[in-house]
């Protein structure tokens, strides 16, 4: 999900997990998803955007979980950037796998995820601006959208 939103990301760190002492970063360079130190996606012909940093909204409620919990960890930091909704799921972690005295394995969350500016995330993630609107509305009706859309009309970058 990361390499996907990654241009509007931006390059550089974008986060961490932590596990008790060990730190591993997550971090977007030149089109490519870098996790502690192994390249997970190599992308030939990275997009590139024409106005770099662009104003971003971030939505989000109780569905958002897990790998996309890191994507708004990611978001988390950057500038031009809010984020507008209810809280996460509450499952900012990464899968580590451990293996059985009988070769079978067990995957479990066992790291938080950290953002660029040091602040870890360990439950639900709170959004920037709180809307508790109820589930989806109708195409051009949603109020949470609306409160983004009125956000981003008041960036410069989105003039």
């Known amino acids: 999900m990361i390499s996907g939103v990654g241009p509007i990301l931006g390059e550089g760190h974008l986060g961490t997990f932590v596990n008790g002492t060990q730190r591993q970063e997550w971090s977007y360079e030149h089109g490519n998803l870098n996790n502690g130190g192994y390249i997970q996606r190599d ?34 930091g950057r500038p031009n950037t809010r ?19 009988d070769g079978a394995q067990v995957v479990l ?9 040091g602040q870890i995330y360990d439950g639900p993630i ?15 009706q949603d109020p949470l959208v609306q409160m983004a859309h009125d956000w981003l009309h008041t960036q410069a970058a989105c003039h």
Do not use: C, W
């Open 126 to 140: 709170a959004p920037d601006e709180s809307a508790n609107v109820p589930g989806f509305s109708q195409p051009g």
């Open 43 to 76: 992308i030939l012909h990275p997009y590139s955007l024409h106005k770099p940093l662009p104003p971003v909204a971030v939505l989000t409620n109780k569905t958002t979980a897990s790998a996309a919990e890191a994507v708004v960890v990611s978001f988390r």
């Open 83 to 101: 984020s507008f909704g209810t809280p996460t799921y509450g499952v900012p972690t990464a899968p580590t796998p451990f293996t059985l005295s």
């Open 109 to 117: 969350g066992s790291t938080v995820e950290m953002d660029r500016k």
